[in-house]
């Protein structure tokens, strides 16, 4: 009779008490690493910002665009450096991540991005488009980006928008190329002819 009694007291045995100071001091701790880790972030960020602080005012939609060519909604994703798909730039609001319209006209590309600077990349700065799969901070599947390359300040600009609807993508490389070799071309003569009638 004995052993059965024995074993009934080993069962009632109480929880073990929870450590409620250690489990508050863990959850202080870890929220403490991870608002030092933001600020970090933050501080990179203005940093970079100051760095880029030459780039110059961005370009505000003239008062008569000109006729539509192709219009598309989507997203903003970034700007980096041309060829350069890591190095993101935050100067003057192109670092914000925004939904965004855009309207190219024969005068250039009109970027409207509510919540956000809207900006114009006039045609004579423009300088091609591709398809792509990334820039900082946003990958997606092969040809999921449209990547304006474009130039403001003297530095080439890479600028990667995503339609909502991803078969535009093509006609928008198509006629931003054309409209870049288009203003290329017609500078290139104009130059040469002011220097030949030097």
């Given amino acids: 009779m004995t052993p059965p009694l024995i074993h009934l007291a080993e069962a009632q045995k109480s929880a073990p008490v929870t450590d409620w100071a250690a489990r508050i001091g863990w959850v202080v701790g870890l929220l ?60 003057r609001g192109l670092g914000t991540r925004s939904r965004a319209e855009l309207t190219l006209t024969d005068q250039g590309l009109d970027v409207v991005r ?22 900082a901070g946003k990958v997606l599947t092969e040809g999921g980006l449209l990547i304006v390359t474009w130039e403001h300040g003297g530095r080439q600009i890479d600028s990667g928008f995503r339609s909502d ?34």
């Fill in 32 to 91: 403490v690493f991870v608002v030092f880790v933001y600020w970090l972030m933050r501080q990179g960020w203005k940093w970079r910002g100051t760095l880029q602080g030459d780039l110059p005012e961005l370009p505000a939609t003239p008062e008569n665009p000109g006729t539509p060519l192709l219009t598309m909604s989507g997203r903003y994703h970034g700007s980096t450096t041309a060829g350069q798909w890591l190095d993101r730039i935050v100067a």
């Fill in 114 to 135: 509510p919540g956000a600077a809207d900006f114009f990349v006039p045609a004579a700065a423009l300088r091609g488009a591709r398809l792509d799969k990334g820039i």
């Fill in 165 to 198: 609807r991803a078969d535009e993508h093509p006609a928008w490389v198509e006629a931003l190329n054309e409209l870049s070799t288009t203003e290329h071309h017609t500078s290139t003569t104009e130059h040469t002819e002011t220097e030949g009638a030097r």
